[in-house]
């Protein structure tokens, strides 16, 4: 959950939305995603809207603690199913993010998911996911959650490497999150996902294959790889501009993703997004695909962002901000933009180009599809598809995707 907020439209108290947002609400799915905003301590290159417990401390006093978490989310969930009236949806997929969600009891992860049962339904076969640092759960704590309704997990990673992961100021033990896949397993989790990121400052490309290897060699079905993003304003661009750790760059990059391709593909994991790889069809992360293909959703929680019909709002940052709004009948929400057809457009196709299937050409404008064609030629489409109807990335347009899909929204 960036840290940023852009500008928009003032939100209503009530939180009310235009009518046009329901419209053929019944044809698109329907998810939440829940944002819990405590960390333990902060990571060096985190530009998230987190909080640790010294950040906290004198800032929102009791409302913003994390012991009245879930009471608080559990009034927006309320607030939800007010503003979208009598929308017949269930949910289809749920999604607890951070922050670590699990610094959280389990009880209040199940009574925050709890409450959207009780106030929509969940679909019978939803999909219901929480991350979690891998020290701060344990085998009780997991089967709490399996038992209270979730089915799957994400746990950070990141690396295998000590090195890597003090650059990274991450706390956790080289291969506690490898145990956490056993744990979750035998917790009975459906499905299983690990975090890595590639491209930390100080890492080689032997320390990148042992990362994967340690993730393979721990039986998720889903691993998502990103390459590290060196925020602004973050501990580890301060150190970087200060010449204490070297800054990793393109080309180091794109050697790991390939890496990445290659090892993963060997094991049987196959890409569909991206940064994710999956080894069946089921394990792909289905609340990540609603983003992608611009469904609708619900974000609670500080910060968090939301999107219904093609509206999107998004919540106040700080914790105390946002429970003494809903303490006093608001809405939480900081802003609101109404997307126009142009914008939704342009949004399909820098989202779905990132998927295995891609974007229908007919999405694209005439520049759109000169540039398409371009992309055929040069190698970062593939040809089939675009004879098919459909722009979809080959293995060196995935490395360069963010300036093939410039090009494709002209």
């Not at 956790?172 to 491209?199: K, Q, S, W």
């Not at 299937?357 to 599809?369: M, R, T, Y």
Request: charged residues 25%; contains cysteine.
């Amino acid at each position: 959950m960036p840290s940023a907020l852009p500008d928009g439209e003032p939100m209503p108290e009530t939180g009310a939305l235009p009518a046009s947002a329901l419209q053929g609400a019944a044809d698109r799915p329907l998810g939440f995603y829940l944002h819990v905003p405590y960390c333990a301590s902060r990571c060096g290159y985190c530009d998230f809207n987190t909080y640790t417990a010294t950040e906290l401390r004198g800032s929102g006093g009791v409302l913003a603690s994390r012991d009245n978490y879930a009471g608080t989310l559990v009034d927006e969930v309320r607030l939800a199913r007010k503003v979208l009236g009598d929308d017949a949806r269930k949910v289809r997929t749920v999604f607890v993010g951070g922050g670590t969600p699990t610094l959280l009891d389990a009880g209040d992860l199940v009574r925050m998911l709890g409450a959207i049962r009780d106030e929509f339904g969940l679909a019978d076969d939803a999909e219901i996911t929480t991350e979690a640092n891998p020290e701060s759960v344990d085998p009780a704590y997991l089967a709490a959650l399996r038992e209270g309704g979730f089915n799957r997990i994400s746990f950070g990673m990141q690396s295998a490497k000590q090195h890597v992961l003090k650059v990274l100021d991450r706390n956790h033990t080289p291969g506690r999150p490898e145990e956490c896949v056993a744990e979750a397993r035998a917790a009975g989790f459906d499905h299983v996902n690990l975090d890595l990121i590639y491209g930390t400052p100080g890492e080689t490309d032997a320390d990148w294959r042992d990362s994967l290897a340690s993730a393979l060699g721990a039986g998720p079905d889903h691993i998502s790889a990103y390459a590290l993003i060196v925020e602004e304003g973050t501990g580890l661009a301060r150190r970087i501009r200060r010449g204490e750790v070297p800054m990793t760059d393109d080309d180091e990059h794109a050697d790991r993703y390939l890496i990445a391709d290659e090892v993963l593909g060997a094991a049987g994991f196959e890409w569909y997004e991206v940064s994710n790889w999956a080894t069946t069809e089921a394990a792909r992360c289905l609340h990540n695909e609603l983003y992608w293909r611009g469904a609708d959703w619900w974000g609670a929680g500080p910060g968090a962002h939301s999107h219904v019909g093609g509206v999107r709002w998004w919540n106040v940052k700080h914790p105390g901000a946002y429970a003494a709004a809903l303490a006093e009948g608001r809405s939480p929400g900081a802003g609101r933009e109404i997307l126009t057809a142009e914008d939704r457009r342009v949004e399909r196709i820098l989202l779905e180009l990132r998927l295995r299937d891609g974007v229908p050409l007919s999405l694209l404008a005439k520049a759109g599809l000169a540039a398409a064609s371009r992309a055929v030629a040069d190698g970062l489409l593939t040809a089939e598809a675009f004879a098919g109807g459909r722009g979809v990335l080959t293995l060196r347009g995935r490395l360069l995707a963010d300036a093939v899909v410039r090009d494709l929204v002209d």
